[in-house]
């Protein structure tokens, strides 16, 4: 099973995002392992908690980004909403058969949240620092 290695980097160095991003991929890897290993265990409950993380994590992530107009706002929001399916897919997979394992699905998981936060979210990232900078400092005049 593919594991998201949280790193430095992944950081776009905006607490109120920084910290649910890597909350949330060290609670995905938890989920995926345990999906990995011994499906027949897991818990259904854990994942729709994922789920929800990310829900909410996106919105939030959403709103932040409309607030400060970002370019490609909607093209995030449709990266977030296709991730999303992604674990709904999973869900209702291990909901129709509690012991299948499909390490290829949980590898894709793993795969496309670590190309998101790599990739994705760090183009918004100088973005939105400026932005927010700009905003601060005409908040001081």
Do not use: Q
Not at 23 to 48: C, Q
Not at 50 to 59: M, Q, T, V, W
Not at 71 to 90: A, F, G, M, N, T
């Amino acid at each position: 099973m593919k594991e998201i290695k949280w790193k430095n980097e992944f950081d776009v160095l905006i607490k109120d995002l920084d910290e649910p991003r890597k909350f949330l991929a060290e609670k995905l890897n938890d989920v995926l392992k345990k999906i990995s290993k011994r499906p027949g265990s897991f818990n259904i409950e854990e994942l729709n908690s994922i789920i929800d993380g990310f829900r909410i994590h996106f919105s939030r992530e959403e709103k932040l980004l409309a607030k400060y107009r970002y370019p490609e706002v909607d093209l995030h929001r449709k990266e977030h909403k296709s991730y999303l399916r992604c674990l709904i897919k999973l869900r209702r997979r291990l909901a129709e058969d509690p012991e299948t394992t499909d390490n290829e699905m949980v590898d894709h998981i793993a795969d496309v949240y670590s190309d998101h936060i790599c990739n994705c979210d760090k183009e918004y990232a100088p973005y939105l620092r400026l932005r927010k900078k700009i905003e601060a400092h005409s908040l001081r005049r």
